[in-house]
C-alpha cells in the first residue's frame, strides 16, 4: 500500500464551482498535513497546514484532516481560473535528526474554466 | 519577500559527469532539503541537512549524491556520475525549525537536470 494516495485527475470545474481534493495515507507516524500548490515546471508553494483532525480555513480554502480515518481534503470554494494548477497533499514526520521530511501525494490536476 | 533561490534553471549533461546543482536557502533558515520529481511523478525526499550534517536520506540518495553547505548561504547537491534516471526536477527547501515550527518549507523553484 502506497503511503499516500491521491487521485490525479485531471479535474475540470467551471469558474464558481466548489472543489474538493483528497488524500489518504497509512503512516501514522505522519504528524502534520499540508496542502501545496504547483503550476508547470515550478516548486511547491505551500498553501496550508494542520495537524490535527478538524477543520482549518483561510479565505476561499478549507483544509480538513480526519485522523482516524487516515484521510485530508482540500476544499476551495468559489473557484477561479487563476487556482488552475496541480494540487499536492503531502505528509510529515519529524526526524529524530532534525527538520521534518515530506512525504508527497501525486498530485491532483485542476483546470478552473471560465 | 524573502525565496529560495536555485542555479542552474536547466542542466544538460551526458551520463557519467559529475554536476552540482546549487541553492540558496532562505537566510535565517536552518534546515535545508533537497527533493526531487521525475516528469509525472510525484515529488520525493532525498536529504535532510542540518547543523551540517545529514539528519535524514532517502534510499534515493545512494554513493552517488553528497550534500555540502560551502558557506553560509549556499547549499548543494553532487552527483558524482550521473545515470539517465538521474533525468528529473531538483527542487531545494528549507525551513526555520524543526516539528511544528518548521512544516513551513520553503520551495525553490527547481534545477531541471537532463541526462543524455
Not at chain 1, 24 to 35: E, P
Request: net charge negative; aromatic share 12%.
Amino acid at each position: 500500500q502506497k503511503e499516500v494516495e491521491q487521485d490525479p485527475g485531471p479535474l475540470s470545474v467551471p469558474e464558481g464551482a466548489i472543489v474538493s481534493l483528497n488524500c489518504t495515507y497509512s503512516n501514522s507516524a505522519f504528524q502534520y498535513f499540508m496542502w501545496y500548490r504547483q503550476y508547470s515546471r515550478k516548486g511547491p508553494e505551500l498553501l496550508m497546514y494542520t495537524y490535527s483532525s478538524g477543520n482549518k480555513e483561510d479565505g476561499r480554502f478549507t483544509a480538513q484532516v480526519d485522523k482516524s480515518s487516515k484521510y485530508i481534503s482540500l476544499f476551495i470554494r468559489d473557484s477561479q481560473p487563476s487556482d488552475s494548477a496541480t494540487y499536492l497533499c503531502a505528509m510529515s514526520e519529524r526526524l529524530t535528526g532534525g527538520g521534518n521530511k515530506l512525504t508527497f501525494g501525486t498530485g491532483t490536476q485542476l483546470k478552473v474554466e471560465l | 519577500e524573502p525565496e529560495v533561490t536555485q542555479t542552474p534553471s536547466h542542466q544538460v549533461t551526458q551520463m557519467g559527469q559529475e554536476v552540482i546543482l546549487r541553492c540558496v536557502p532562505i537566510s535565517n533558515h536552518l534546515y535545508f532539503y533537497w527533493y526531487r520529481q521525475i516528469l509525472g511523478q510525484k515529488v520525493e525526499f532525498l536529504v535532510s541537512f542540518y547543523n551540517n550534517e545529514i539528519s535524514e536520506k532517502s534510499e534515493i540518495f545512494d554513493d552517488q549524491f553528497s550534500v555540502e553547505r560551502p558557506d553560509g548561504s549556499n547549499f548543494t547537491l553532487k552527483i558524482r556520475s550521473t545515470k539517465l534516471e538521474d533525468s528529473a526536477m531538483y527542487f531545494c527547501a528549507s525551513s526555520e525549525a524543526s516539528g511544528l515550527a518548521g512544516v513551513e518549507q520553503y520551495f525553490g523553484p527547481g534545477t531541471r537536470l537532463t541526462v543524455t
